[in-house]
């Protein structure tokens, strides 16, 4: 089983539906949580980082981390053409200092 | 600019040869990364180094190398050895390797063999 799982997609929504993208992990060492967006053949660039439970927003994107259900979800509002893109979570395990990587959400969003 | 340099962008190897990726960063970063990311996957950790003359394996090192001689500079060779080398590689680079230190990915080489 792997630590961190995410559903590959591909996801496809119209233009301005909100998107919901998730990861759920198994070790409680993992701390500090981001989301990463790569577009294709790119490398990722970090979009949103939190640390603690509860919401974080930024412009259209919201970053919601639950410890208790191990569990983060990023939302995309008024989803653009933009944002197609490949969505990985990337939790940080403090007991041994490395970046763990989802396996990435393929989002396309049709004009 | 700051940022990191990948090169080259594509590669073609023959089976039984050893390639080294480039990779460099004018961020003035400690840490540097290597990635591997295959289709369909997250990114796996090939090496990472803390800082110059220093490094350290990560969780897929086996058929690859690499060397921190200066500090803007972290080639990745992969060798004969790996046994399926064809890939997107990343190379990432950080402040130093805090939780808070976001880490900064280069372009990417794709890898090919042939």
């Known amino acids: 089983q792997k630590e961190v799982e995410q559903d590959p997609g591909p996801l496809s929504v119209p233009e301005g539906a909100i998107v919901s993208l998730n990861c759920t992990y198994s070790?409680?060492?993992?701390?500090?949580f981001m989301w990463y967006r790569q577009y294709s053949r790119k490398g990722p660039e970090l979009l949103m980082y939190t640390y603690s439970s509860g919401n974080k927003e930024d412009g259209r994107f919201t970053a919601q981390v639950d410890k208790s259900s191990k569990y983060i979800s990023l939302f995309i509002r008024d989803s653009q053409p933009s944002d197609s893109a490949t969505y990985l979570c990337?939790?940080?395990?403090?007991?041994?200092?490395?970046?763990?990587f989802g396996q990435g959400t393929t989002l396309q969003v049709k004009p | 600019d700051g940022g990191i340099t990948q090169s080259p962008k594509y590669l073609f190897r023959k089976e039984g040869q050893n390639v080294t990726l480039s990779c460099e960063q004018n961020?003035?970063?400690?840490?540097m990364y290597w990635y591997r990311q295959d289709p369909g996957q997250g990114l796996r950790l090939i090496y990472y180094?803390?800082?110059?003359?220093?490094?350290q394996k990560g969780d897929i090192a086996e058929g690859y190398s690499v060397s921190r001689e200066k500090k803007e500079s972290f080639p990745l060779t992969v060798t004969s050895a790996q046994k399926n080398p064809t890939a997107f590689y990343l190379c990432?680079?950080?402040?130093?390797?805090?939780?808070?230190?976001?880490?900064?990915f280069g372009p990417g080489t794709r890898l090919t063999v042939l």
């Open positions: 180094s803390q800082i110059v003359n220093d490094f």
């Open positions: 070790n409680s060492a993992f701390q500090y």
């Open positions: 990337a939790m940080y395990r403090s007991n041994t200092g490395k970046l763990i």
């Open positions: 961020l003035n970063h400690d840490a």
């Open positions: 990432a680079s950080s402040m130093d390797r805090g939780p808070y230190n976001e880490q900064f």
